[in-house]
């Protein structure tokens, strides 16, 4: 299948600090990329969907001012998680699918944790 | 009403079993139906992606779509101790994904 690298995979932060997480489409053009929250043990929340060259558009309940996403070439996108808190402790992961195909291929994901 | 209800196990058996995952699905817009394998602390892996209702199979693999009940299940055969994970199923239509909560699998030696 076709590769999504997501970095970093892990990182620690202060709270009320800024952290950016890449998602890079690695063999393929990725037209939409897709930003998930996951909870332990529960399943994958979209937080929001870009596509390339456009604004994202987030899930209803998503502060699009605290979750900037930008989507500028077709091979990346990036996620930055403004004004961290602890409650913003999670997985984000990020899935990218291209024009061509129906399937998505995600990330390895990033475990965020907010001191 | 959820577009994907799955049932979140655990679902434990013996290493040779054949396992069954199953999901239920609302609405029935033209859509794709798609399997991913989670292991703990990874992102989700494309195991199985179909259209059709049917089957489909790939190594030990098999995925089922059956339309008519909007029922979409996943076989595996001969299950290997490697195949404990979570399994997500999940369907598209119009640029989005709607995943199931996940079957937490356990297959033990």
């Known amino acids: 299948g076709a590769v999504v690298s997501q970095h970093p995979s892990r990182v620690i932060c202060k709270s009320g600090t800024s952290v950016k997480i890449e998602c890079r489409s690695l063999d393929f053009q990725a037209t939409t990329m897709f930003w998930y929250r996951q909870f332990p043990k529960k399943s994958l929340m979209l937080m929001a969907t870009?596509?390339?060259?456009?604004?994202?558009?987030?899930e209803q309940g998503v502060e699009k001012d605290k979750f900037l996403i930008n989507h500028a070439s077709l091979t990346l996108s990036t996620l930055t998680v403004t004004s961290a808190h602890p409650e913003d402790s999670s997985f984000y992961i990020c899935?990218?699918?291209?024009?061509?195909?129906?399937?998505?291929?995600f990330g390895q994901g990033t475990r965020l944790t907010v001191v | 009403q959820k577009e994907v209800e799955q049932d979140p196990g655990p679902l434990s058996v013996p290493e040779g079993a054949i396992v069954s995952l199953n999901c239920t699905y609302s609405n029935s817009a033209f859509q794709y139906f798609m399997w991913y394998r989670q292991y703990s602390r990874k992102g989700p892996e494309l195991l199985m992606y179909?259209?059709?209702?049917g089957n489909k199979e790939d190594g030990r693999f098999t995925a089922q779509v059956d339309k008519s009940s909007k029922y979409i299940s996943l076989f595996i055969r001969d299950s290997q101790p490697s195949d404990s994970a979570t399994y997500l199923c999940a369907k598209y239509n119009f640029n989005k994904f709607y995943f199931g909560s996940g079957t937490k699998l356990n297959v033990k030696p």
């Open positions: 179909t259209y059709s209702s």
């Open positions: 870009s596509n390339e060259g456009s604004k994202a558009t987030y």
């Open positions: 899935s990218a699918r291209s024009s061509l195909n129906t399937e998505a291929f």
